[in-house]
C-alpha cells in the first residue's frame, strides 16, 4: 500500500475532530498553551528524522495490522460522540501506529520521548479539571491565608475567598495556579526531551515543577493582598495581575531550573552543562528493513482504506450537523425572556410566608449568575431563600459553588422527587446536604430552559452522571451527532436558551430532619409550580422561532 495514501485516509478519518478540539482547548485558559506543545513536538521529531532513519527495523505486519484496526474504531466512537477528546487521543495513537508502521520498532524507539509529551496536549476527560480547579482554588487560599498568618496579616477565609480590612478577594480559576500548571509541565517535559535528560531526571523535574506550582501561586495570591490593600487596585484585576501572573510563572521555571542543578550538584558531586546531551545506544539497523504498508495484502489494504473513508465520511455528517447548531457559549444570542417580578410568587406558600423580592446583579467574576431574584421565605422552625438565577448557557453545578463558598457539600444529583400534594410535583431535581462551622443547609435546584424544560449535563461531566444512565446518555449523543431527529436530554440546545437555576437554600443550627428534607421538598415544588407558570415562563417562545442577538433584560 501506498504510505501517503494511507496517512491521507488516517488524517481524513480524525480531521473534522480537531476543529471541536482546538475551539474547547483555546476557549480555556488552562489549554490555551496548546498550539506551542504540538510545535515543540513537530520540531522534536524532524530534529530527530534521520536517527529514526538509521535506526528504523522492519515492523510486525500483526502489530500494524492491530494498530490500525483499533484507530479506525477509536475514530469512528470518536465521531459518533463528536468529541474532541476521543479525537485527539486517537491521533496521539494514528501517529504511533503510522511511526511504527514506517519506521519499526528501532524508529518508533528514538521518536517515543517526543511523542510521550503529546499527552500534554489531551485534556483531562469527563470535565476531571474542573474538579482540580476547585481543588487548587482551596489548595491556593489555605496556604495563601498561612502566609498571611506568618505575616501577622489581619484577615478571614472564607472558602476560596480571602477577607481583609480593607476588601475581600476571591481565588479565581486563573489564580488556582492551573494554568501554570499545565504550562509549566508542558515547558519543562519539552525541555527535558530536547537535552536528553535520563527518565528520573525528567520525572524528578516534573514532580518539582507541580511543587513550585502551588507554591508560586500562594506567594501571588499573597502579593496581590498586600498590594492591593497598602499600594493600589491595579494588582488585583486588569494588566497589573497579569504582570503578576507572568512574573510568577517566571519565578516557577528558574526554581525548576535552580532544583534541577541543585540535585544533580548532590547526585554528582557537580552542576555539570545543561546543555549536556546524554549519549544512548544507537538501535541497530536491521538490512531487510520493510515497511509495514509493503506488508499488507490488497484485501487488507481495501478494507482499510474504505473503512477511514467510511469514518471520515460519518465525520462529514457529524460536522455538518453541529456547525448548524448555536454555539452555547455565546450568551449574547440567546433571547430575552421577562425577569421575574415579585408576585410571582405568593406572600403564603405551604406554610411558609414569604419576604420581599430583591434582585442581586454580580460582576463577570462572582461564582453565581449574573442577575439573581431572590425571596425570603421563614416557618416557625426553618428559614429559606429561593433564588432564581440566571441566564446559564448549559446545566450548572451548584455543588462547584457552595463549595468554593466554604461549605461541605453532599450530593444527590437527579433525584425523581414526587409531591402528590402539589399540581405537577413529579420531578427530577438535584440535592445538596451542607455543612459549615455548626450551620446546615439542604439545597434544592433545577435548571431549565425558556420552555420549561429541564436542562441536564452532558454526558461528559462525570461527577453529576449516575454510571446506570450513562448508556442511555451515550446513545442520545450519538442520535445527536448524526443529527436523527432525536432531541437529546442531555445537552442545552441553542434554540432554548437561555437557562434558569431554580434553587432553595433552608439553613438551621441543628441538623435536618428526615421530615424537615420533605418540607423543603414540598416547598420546592409548589415554587417550581408557580415560578413555571409566570410571566417569565408562560410566554416563552417555541423551539422554532429564530433566535435574536440580544442580551438578557
Given at each position: 500500500?501506498n504510505a501517503?495514501?494511507l496517512?491521507a485516509?488516517?488524517v ?13 482547548m ?6 490555551q ?9 513537530a520540531?522534536l ?5 534521520a ?5 528504523r527495523?522492519?515492523?510486525l505486519k500483526?502489530?500494524f ?6 484507530v ?11 468529541s474532541?477528546?476521543?479525537g485527539?487521543v486517537t491521533?496521539i495513537l494514528?501517529l504511533w501506529v503510522?511511526?511504527?508502521?514506517l519506521?519499526g520498532?528501532g ?5 517515543i520521548?517526543p511523542l510521550?509529551l503529546l499527552?500534554?496536549?489531551?485534556p ?10 476547585v481543588?487548587m482554588q482551596?489548595?491556593a ?14 484577615h478571614f477565609?472564607?472558602g476560596v ?5 480593607k476588601?475581600?478577594?476571591l481565588?479565581e480559576?486563573a ?12 515547558v519543562v517535559?519539552?525541555?527535558?526531551v530536547?537535552?536528553?535528560h ?7 523535574n516534573l514532580?518539582q515543577?507541580v ?9 501571588r495570591?499573597v ?8 499600594v493600589s487596585?491595579y494588582?488585583?484585576?486588569g ?9 510568577v510563572?517566571v519565578?516557577i521555571?528558574g526554581?525548576v531550573v ?5 540535585a544533580?550538584?548532590l ?15 544507537r538501535?541497530?539497523?536491521?538490512p ?14 481495501t ?13 462529514l455528517?457529524?460536522a455538518?450537523?453541529?456547525g448548524?447548531a448555536v454555539?452555547l457559549?455565546?450568551?449574547?444570542n440567546m ?12 406572600t403564603t406558600?405551604?406554610?411558609w410566608?414569604?419576604?420581599?423580592m ?8 462572582a461564582l ?7 425571596w425570603?421565605?421563614?416557618?416557625d422552625d426553618l ?12 446545566w ?9 463558598q466554604g461549605w461541605?457539600?453532599?450530593s ?10 402539589v399540581?405537577?410535583g ?12 455548626g ?10 430552559d ?5 436542562l441536564?449535563?452532558?454526558?461528559r ?8 444512565t450513562?448508556p442511555?446518555a451515550i ?5 445527536t ?5 432525536l432531541?437529546t ?19 438551621s443550627?441543628?441538623p435536618?430532619?428526615d ?5 423543603v ?5 409548589s415554587?417550581r409550580?408557580?415560578l413555571l407558570s409566570?410571566?417569565?415562563w408562560s ?6 422561532l429564530?433566535?435574536?442577538?440580544v442580551?438578557?433584560?
Amino acid at each position: 500500500m501506498n504510505a501517503f495514501v494511507l496517512i491521507a485516509a488516517v488524517v481524513f478519518s480524525v480531521a473534522t475532530l480537531w476543529i471541536p478540539y482546538s475551539v474547547d482547548m483555546w476557549q480555556q485558559g488552562h489549554y490555551q498553551y496548546f498550539p506551542l506543545l504540538l510545535a515543540g513536538v513537530a520540531w522534536l521529531l524532524w530534529s530527530r528524522a534521520a536517527e529514526m532513519v538509521q535506526a528504523r527495523t522492519k515492523p510486525l505486519k500483526s502489530v500494524f495490522l492491530a494498530g490500525l484496526c483499533i484507530v479506525i474504531a477509536m475514530a469512528l466512537a470518536s465521531q459518533l460522540l463528536n468529541s474532541g477528546f476521543c479525537g485527539i487521543v486517537t491521533s496521539i495513537l494514528a501517529l504511533w501506529v503510522l511511526t511504527y508502521g514506517l519506521m519499526g520498532w528501532g524508529g518508533l524507539k528514538v521518536a517515543i520521548a517526543p511523542l510521550l509529551l503529546l499527552v500534554f496536549a489531551v485534556p483531562l476527560p469527563l470535565e476531571l479539571d474542573k474538579e482540580l480547579i476547585v481543588k487548587m482554588q482551596f489548595l491556593a487560599s489555605s496556604l495563601a491565608s498561612a502566609l498571611l498568618d506568618g505575616l501577622h496579616v489581619l484577615h478571614f477565609r472564607q472558602g476560596v475567598i480571602l477577607v481583609t480590612e480593607k476588601s475581600q478577594f476571591l481565588t479565581e480559576e486563573a489564580c488556582s495556579g492551573i494554568r501554570s500548571l499545565f504550562s509549566s509541565l508542558g515547558v519543562v517535559g519539552v525541555f527535558s526531551v530536547m537535552l536528553r535528560h535520563h527518565w528520573p531526571r525528567a520525572v524528578f523535574n516534573l514532580l518539582q515543577t507541580v511543587v513550585w506550582v502551588i507554591l508560586g501561586n500562594a506567594f501571588r495570591l499573597v502579593a496581590v493582598v498586600l498590594l492591593a490593600d497598602n499600594v493600589s487596585r491595579y494588582f488585583a484585576e486588569g494588566v497589573g495581575h497579569e504582570i503578576l501572573g507572568m512574573l510568577v510563572f517566571v519565578f516557577i521555571l528558574g526554581m525548576v531550573v535552580s532544583t534541577d542543578a541543585l540535585a544533580r550538584l548532590l547526585v554528582y558531586g557537580e552542576p555539570g552543562e545543561l546543555m549536556e546531551e546524554t549519549t544512548h545506544r544507537r538501535p541497530t539497523p536491521d538490512p531487510g528493513y520493510n515497511r509495514g504498508f509493503d506488508t499488507i495484502t490488497p484485501k487488507w489494504r481495501t478494507g482499510l482504506l474504505v473503512s477511514l473513508c467510511l469514518v471520515g465520511i460519518i465525520g462529514l455528517r457529524v460536522a455538518w450537523v453541529s456547525g448548524s447548531a448555536v454555539d452555547l457559549a455565546e450568551l449574547a444570542n440567546m433571547p430575552i425572556i421577562p425577569a421575574p417580578i415579585e408576585g410571582d410568587l405568593p406572600t403564603t406558600l405551604v406554610g411558609w410566608e414569604r419576604g420581599e423580592m430583591q434582585h442581586v446583579q454580580r460582576d463577570v467574576s462572582a461564582l453565581l449568575a449574573k442577575d439573581s431574584f431572590v425571596w425570603p421565605l421563614v416557618r416557625d422552625d426553618l428559614s429559606a431563600v429561593v433564588s432564581v438565577d440566571c441566564p446559564w448557557a448549559e446545566w450548572h453545578n451548584l455543588a462547584g459553588c457552595y463549595l468554593a463558598q466554604g461549605w461541605e457539600t453532599e450530593s444527590d444529583f437527579f433525584k425523581e422527587i414526587e409531591i402528590p400534594e402539589v399540581p405537577g410535583g413529579a420531578f427530577t431535581a438535584s440535592e445538596l446536604r451542607l455543612k459549615q462551622a455548626g450551620r446546615y443547609g439542604f439545597v434544592v435546584f433545577s435548571v431549565v430552559d425558556r420552555n420549561r424544560q429541564d436542562l441536564f449535563p452532558s454526558w461528559r461531566n462525570l461527577t453529576t452522571r449516575k454510571w446506570s444512565t450513562m448508556p442511555n446518555a451515550i446513545l442520545h449523543q450519538i442520535a445527536t451527532s448524526l443529527g436523527l431527529g432525536l432531541q437529546t436530554q442531555f445537552a442545552a440546545m441553542g434554540r432554548q436558551l437561555p437557562a434558569t437555576t431554580i434553587q432553595i437554600l433552608a439553613q438551621s443550627d441543628q441538623p435536618f430532619t428526615d421530615q424537615q428534607h420533605d418540607d423543603v421538598r414540598k416547598l420546592f415544588a409548589s415554587v417550581r409550580q408557580e415560578l413555571l407558570s409566570s410571566q417569565r415562563w408562560s410566554g416563552a417562545q417555541s423551539p422554532e422561532l429564530q433566535l435574536t442577538p440580544v442580551g438578557f433584560p
